[in-house]
């Protein structure tokens, strides 16, 4: 039996602010000069002054089409006595950009010349000397500076250089980056997987970002989790590139090379920095070049790398590391944070009611889509517990200012109608971007009464009425302006595994022995159903393996039957038939959106609801499967 190496623990638990000090006072890229074609320069960073070859204009040229004349021959124009001027003796006509031709020092436009015949013009101003002429190096003058040294490329710059004559410009040579991915579950890309194989992606991202700041960036095939492959692999790429990136093994895992392998080569400078996500960062140096290993989830991957890899590249370029705007905004939630460790949390913002909302995202390390979806970052200090729900933050955006602006905030119950809605309106206006928290039905209502969000998605089933959310919102939202508009009827059932090989009919198969159920968040109004469905069949939730295993939206749901972790989820058809699954009907609800008053009455929510009630969007819809939008765009309620 093959015995585990002992577990490397963190070296330290270092502050951003230093492992970032200690990280640029020790290493550096090397910055070499390169001459590349000036038209295809853009983007790269000048490694001198350059200064221009060439005047341009490089000769007295005219700014206009008509006709070159003398000045001193046309003095006597008036309106009340025109003067009459002869080809080749007083005018030569001219086009933009032609030469003005030898003796002539003024040019007359063509809109104010009256042709007496093809030889003769008439003309009722004098010309001013000079008049529609543009003098040698109006634009640039020979050995002028046209650009200073360290100064990225736009496109603009191009013009100014090869008008100036230069072909050819000196720029400094992007870094090369080795990106190294490890692990003996990462495969390339692919439309179907096995169990226990992970795509390896991170690297494609690395490579964009590295692209981005002015690197060049070259990836290797994954290496698995062996020590000497690893050790082997990195030697080469310290051969061959200015840069090593490591992907996972950062950690202090049994199978987590990086660290041990980085220090038989070299020296770490930091294992560790007290950011969530984020934390196993490596730092280190090897053959006089830095190495960075970057923990294998993407998240904490994608923030490491903008900590300590794009300041390495922009000071190597000579360039100001880009500030983000920063908004103040009100947390949708509250948001509890660990004493001692700087948090980043990924959130969407909106403006509603004249306020800046910020929502958290998932704050999973590996949920790619939380930076996807995100539209900020709220920094929790190491000082801070977090924010209550309501509580003033800052938010450093990642966005345009403007584009937030326009985020229409939807909350509530998941759909993927919701989804549909989101592109239609999109395609309609590119401005228009929904933005949504999946916080259940309940979340939806809290939210509006508190005006955080536009509108909410609601399924809420009144047990004593049988009514659907009309119940709820004059209870919970008595005295806000509101409407509620419907969406779709659609069927909730129980989602299983093809064939349902468990039987699963009722609630009261849920307490059977070994059966594995996946729930939605507490709030939803799936959760709402199963409730008041174990009640009617006399089960306790206690009873029910999996009751506390909360998923936030359908498809997650669905995901977790598909993966086999749970043999049944209460759901609606169209995730069991994006996964493949079958669907056992239990009920069919009514979808509807609550909106905001303002909103509702607003361009933006009008928008919203002719796309609601649209033929082609409800066909869409009900393609889906399991949707019947006959009733789409009716308003129920309004207050």
């Not at 929790?380 to 584009?403: F, H, T």
Request: net charge negative; charged share 25%; glycine share 10%.
């Amino acid at each position: 039996m093959v015995k585990k190496r002992e577990r490397t623990l963190y070296l330290e638990d270092v502050p951003l602010e230093e492992a970032q000090r200690r990280w640029l006072e020790a290493v550096s890229l090397p910055a070499r000069v390169e001459e590349v074609p000036t038209a295809e320069a853009a983007g790269r960073v000048t490694a001198a002054p350059v200064f221009a070859r060439l005047s341009s204009p490089a000769y007295p040229s005219s700014a206009m089409d008509g006709v070159a004349v003398r000045a001193a021959d046309t003095f006597d124009a008036r309106e009340t006595r025109p003067v009459r001027l002869r080809r080749g003796t007083h005018f030569v006509e001219v086009d933009t950009g032609d030469p003005l031709p030898e003796g002539f020092d003024a040019v007359i436009m063509a809109e104010e010349l009256h042709w007496i015949d093809p030889d003769t013009v008439e003309i009722l101003e004098p010309a001013r000397p000079w008049q529609h002429v543009r003098p040698v190096g109006e634009d640039i003058v020979a050995a002028e500076l046209i650009l200073p040294d360290r100064h990225r490329l736009r496109p603009v710059d191009l013009g100014a250089l090869l008008a100036g004559g230069i072909l050819r410009v000196p720029v400094l040579a992007r870094p090369t980056a080795a990106i190294l991915p490890t692990g003996d579950e990462l495969v390339e890309p692919r439309e179907s997987l096995e169990r226990g194989e992970i795509v390896e992606f991170n690297s494609a991202v690395f490579a964009a970002f590295l692209r981005e700041w002015g690197a060049e960036p070259v990836r290797f095939p994954p290496t698995p989790d062996d020590p000497e492959a690893l050790r082997r692999r990195l030697e080469e790429a310290l051969d061959g590139f200015d840069l090593v990136l490591l992907n996972a093994g950062s950690s202090a895992g049994s199978e987590d090379y990086s660290e041990e392998v980085l220090r038989s080569l070299g020296e770490v400078l930091v294992h560790g920095v007290a950011t969530r996500p984020g934390k196993p960062v490596l730092l280190g140096r090897a053959r006089g070049k830095p190495v960075v290993g970057l923990p294998g989830y993407p998240v904490s991957a994608y923030l490491a790398l903008e900590w300590f890899v794009r300041p390495l590249i922009a000071r190597t370029l000579g360039q100001p590391l880009p500030r983000r705007p920063r908004v103040r905004a009100v947390a949708g939630r509250r948001i509890v944070s660990p004493m001692g460790t700087r948090d980043f949390v990924r959130v969407t913002v909106g403006s509603v009611g004249g306020r800046l909302v910020a929502q958290p995202l998932s704050r999973e390390a590996g949920v790619t889509m939380s930076l996807v979806r995100a539209d900020g970052l709220l920094v929790i200090p190491p000082e801070s517990q977090g924010y209550e729900q309501g509580e003033e933050v800052e938010v450093e955006l990642l966005r345009d200012p403007a584009e937030v602006e326009q985020n229409v905030v939807v909350t509530g119950s998941h759909d993927m109608a919701l989804d549909l809605l989101a592109g239609e309106l999109r395609r309609i206006d590119p401005s228009l971007r929904l933005v949504s928290a999946h916080a259940g039905s309940m979340g939806a209502i809290f939210a509006l009464r508190r005006r955080e969000a536009h509108f909410g998605g609601l399924h809420l089933l009144d047990p004593e009425s049988g009514e659907y959310n009309v119940p709820y919102v004059r209870k919970y939202l008595a005295g806000v302006p509101l409407a509620l508009v419907h969406l779709t009827y659609r069927s909730q059932g129980w989602i299983v595994a093809p064939g349902n090989p468990l039987g699963i009919r009722g609630a009261e198969d849920l307490a059977r022995p070994g059966v594995r159920f996946v729930n939605r968040q507490r709030g939803a109004g799936t959760r709402l159903l199963l409730d008041q469905m174990l009640a009617r069949a006399g089960v306790e939730p206690s009873a029910v393996q999996g009751y506390e295993r909360e998923e936030t939206t359908h498809l997650g749901v669905a995901a977790s039957v598909a993966a086999g972790t749970a043999d049944v989820g209460l759901g609606v058809l169209s995730a069991a038939r994006a996964m493949g699954l079958d669907f056992v009907p239990v009920a069919e609800e009514r979808y509807d959106l609550c909106f905001a008053r303002d909103f509702y009455e607003s361009p933006r929510g009008r928008l919203v609801l002719s796309v609601v009630a649209s033929p082609d969007f409800r066909r869409r819809v009900e393609s889906l499967g399991g949707y019947d939008c006959r009733d789409a765009g009716t308003v129920w309620y309004e207050q």
